[in-house]
């Protein structure tokens, strides 16, 4: 294989991919309990579930611990974008769902009240992005409403929906009720309204 078999992880055939690997074993686990080699082993899986099956290859920040501490500080929040560099094989549109998903409700690393506001008010803070990040009265409403017992990533699928046909991955989740950009509800139940209200922002208030 390309990249050691201890590191890598079956996400599974749910919904929501699995990882959760202190619950988990690594293809290396898997393969040697089977009697196979790790290819032959992910080749399996991969027959097993149509071709569905994705695998979690952990590059790098393995100490799972040593994250929750880090991301519990009170000065640090998740940050993580991509801007469509590698759209064949990153997709990092799901990253905020992850971390109420994973960092809030699966691990408990903060409170709810703390996640929302890593997620909003203090990035716009530090982006310098005006009247956004808080609801108050004279603000832009920008807003998602979700269930935070619900609220998911899905498993990332490949799709052909660029100009030429080229494919880029795309991730569904759930647990949100609504996206509201600028007032205007864009998203509802998963399904877009039709309603494009957001504009391109040009003005900054960084200190």
């Not at 099956?53 to 640090?76: I, K, P, Y």
């Not at 929040?77 to 799901?94: E, F, M, R, S, V």
């Not at 030429?164 to 509201?180: N, P």
Request: aromatic share 10%; charged share 20%; net charge negative.
């Amino acid at each position: 294989m390309w990249y050691d078999p201890n590191h890598i992880y079956p996400l599974g055939t749910e919904f929501s991919p699995n990882y959760n690997e202190q619950n988990g074993v690594s293809i290396a686990q898997l393969a040697e309990a089977a009697g196979v080699h790790p290819v032959e082993l992910v080749i399996d899986r991969l027959i097993e579930s149509n071709g569905l099956e994705l695998f979690n290859t952990w590059f790098f920040n393995r100490n799972t611990s040593d994250l929750e501490d880090f991301l519990a500080l009170d000065h640090v929040y998740p940050g993580l974008a991509d801007t469509g560099a590698h759209i064949g094989q990153i997709c990092d549109a799901d990253a905020t769902t992850h971390y109420l998903q994973y960092w809030y409700r699966t691990r408990g690393v903060v409170t709810l009240p703390q996640a929302i506001r890593k997620l909003t008010k203090m990035p716009a803070e530090v982006l310098g992005l005006k009247k956004r990040g808080t609801l108050e009265v004279g603000n832009f409403a920008d807003i998602n409403v979700f269930d935070p017992q619900t609220v998911a990533s899905g498993q990332p699928t490949y799709v052909n929906d660029f100009p030429d046909q080229t494919g880029r991955l795309f991730i569904k989740s759930r647990g949100y009720a609504a996206t509201i950009v600028n007032g205007a509800i864009v998203t509802e139940q998963g399904t877009h309204t039709g309603a494009r209200p957001g504009r391109v922002i040009r003005e900054f208030a960084r200190a």
